[in-house]
């Protein structure tokens, strides 16, 4: 390729003799803690022709999407749709749509991104009351109570399924002590959403987000959100603005859900085509088979794990089937071996966060990825793996 | 298909009969304000195998499209990557990254996105002083420095290519205005970026802006951003956190440039595979190449439109290359034409946004959209559907 005429010298020397080729990823199968495989039939929704973000056709697509989520999520919320922006940003837009400067809000933190919605709610001028578990447990119900019954909080957050830990949190006994003080549940079903059994509206749960790049097998980039009345009425009700004219829901609201539909922002067309087909996937699967699925998965995994002596981070009671985290055993180098499974088998497990970094490997199961084969290959892998972690000691080049 | 068994009768009524077939969207001819239609090289990495945001492979992606991104907006600045939102949320990102609670900002409008700025700005405790000119109008540099030699600004804000109008604005002399009262200059580039003559540095322009689905042909969904290091030291000594957690550069920063790559949200993989391709055109065109294309082409419209009697809207001193926009005729209704435009020939262009709503139609050849073909269709389809409305009028019925 000649070099560009309006190309500086100098400034930008590095590339005057650069060539940008073809991008040639490497087929990785993505059993981490996401982002998951895309399915096939996502995958070709992105090959469609573009419309406008206010063309009939994408209002019906739009329509569609908003009753699809409604289903995934178990509500009957009219405020239910696509945030444009990765899963942190529908975290931060159901805390930032709370909370006004000097709310009080409990946020429960057992790991990683329990950690990250304090950081995000203080950021806003929250007063964060914390109520904290050891990563890989889950939060008390008593804790809860006690952090309600000594403040005046707004809101609750707390994190479903805690992707850092492997942990699935009970939120029905939570949900109802949270009500009975007159406070919102905010959770996070980053994780969660389509892979394990959540019922938003069963479990009271006022607002809830998640993200597309999960157990729904979309690409990243959009966060589904659903937002109670009861929560909508206090966000509407607010002394102040959201400081965030971004992640507004009301004035996303009037975007997604009302007839006349008022211009807020370039929808991500072509995401919100790929979701679509990622929530007729599940429709047609149905949640609960769905659920069952991943369940029985995620026990094969446990159980293969156990019989090469690996031993489960996360309290046993307390598993999300989308993503299991397990000890790294003592000696073994956590990055040696995610090495070897990634340039010899092109298998991809996460590491640790935070804290445990080092210290578990996180495995998952999610949408299209939490089936049988990829089991046997995950185990069968890092079985390998270990074998070649265990040859590289030195008592082991010994002969006998 | 069969009634899924975990849905809910009663809730959710409308879905129990619903089947959602696959999703075939029109092939429409994109020739409003944006989104454009996508290049085909553009659409083809959507199909890409997916990595995870911290695979090496994608490292390489991430170093690549920052490099291009240098490339494109002239700049040899180091803080330079897409952010993973619409324009919007680079627009919110600017701003909210500079503005601290009670600091003055000098807020230029002669359209509807100077006006989004405001109220951004606003809602981070930002203390605006609005600077207007008529829409379709530049803002006059004699303007910015009154409001400058007035006030405490900490920054200006000023959009190059208003969409909402179809005015490009000169910012050579502003910026150094700007400059000389020791203010930084925020510059909204969405819709120039690619497609206009931009220069970051030679210009001396503090942020920048811009979006995907413009100029760039690629789909939305992450907004381009590159940042001074003028701004960057403000930026790094403020009092206090950016409010948005999602949207905070610094913390950007360690995920897109730092060698360690903190992790800070999964990036939207498969945009950025499509942005490296659109960014890739564009240096195989060279920046220059493609502004004159813009340049030959927007030309070649206006020559259209005036002899087909219409009349441009925008100052003709500062026109926008990538998009122009012309008065709705006494008489005409703007939607009907529209509608006729999309129904029988399947190409879009845009109304007017706010105040001018229904009095001007925006046409945009942006990126790949900007040929001569595109230029005989719009202008022909115009014609035809003019012809219609005016076969409707009551006294176009009689017979001579």
Known sequence: MAVNPCFR???????????YGELK?????????????????????LSLPIVEHLDPYFMEVMDEIVELLRYAFKTSNYMTFPI?????????????????????????????????????????????IEVRAPWGRVIEKEAVEDALANSKA?????????????????????????????????????????GCELDVDGWGIDICYSASQKCLSCPP??????????????????????RSWYLDLSTMEKY????????????????????????????????????????????????GLEEMGLEIFADRNYMCPAITAVNV???????????TLREEYNIVISGGLGELKGRIWRIGLMGINSNKKNILLVLEALKNALKKEE????????QP
């Not at 769905?290 to 998965?297: K, Q, V």
Request: glycine residues 10%; positive net charge.
């Open 84 to 128: 444009s922006g990765t899963g942190s940003a529908g975290m931060e837009s159901a805390i930032c749509n709370v909370i006004e400067e000097g709310d009080e809000i409990i946020i429960c933190i057992s790991g990683f991104f329990g950690e990250r919605m304090s950081e995000m709610a203080q950021r806003y001028g929250g007063k964060v």
């Open 154 to 194: 707004k809101a609750v957050a707390i994190v479903h399924a805690e992707t850092s830990t492997g942990i699935l949190q009970p939120l029905k006994e939570i949900s109802r002590i949270v009500h009975e003080y007159g406070a919102l549940l905010i959770v996070d079903a980053v994780t969660s959403l389509g």
């Open 221 to 242: 980039g959009l966060a589904p959100i659903t937002v109670s009345e009861r929560a909508m009425n206090i966000i509407r009700n607010r002394r102040t603005k959201v």
């Open 256 to 303: 997604w859900l009302e007839s006349n539909r008022v211009y807020h922002h370039t929808a991500p067309i072509l995401l919100i085509y790929a979701l679509r087909e990622g929530l007729r996937l599940l429709y047609e699967e149905g949640l609960e088979n769905r659920w069952a699925r991943h369940e029985e998965n995620h026990r094969a995994l446990v159980k």
């Open 9 to 19: 010298k100098g400034d930008l020397g590095l590339m005057s003799k650069k060539i």
């Open 329 to 339: 055993p003592k000696g073994v180098s956590d990055e040696a071996v995610r090495r």
């Open 391 to 398: 040859a590289k000691k030195p008592n082991n080049n010994k």
């Open 25 to 45: 990823p490497p087929e990785r199968l993505l059993l981490g803690a996401g982002p998951s495989n895309i399915d096939p039939r996502v995958q070709r929704a």
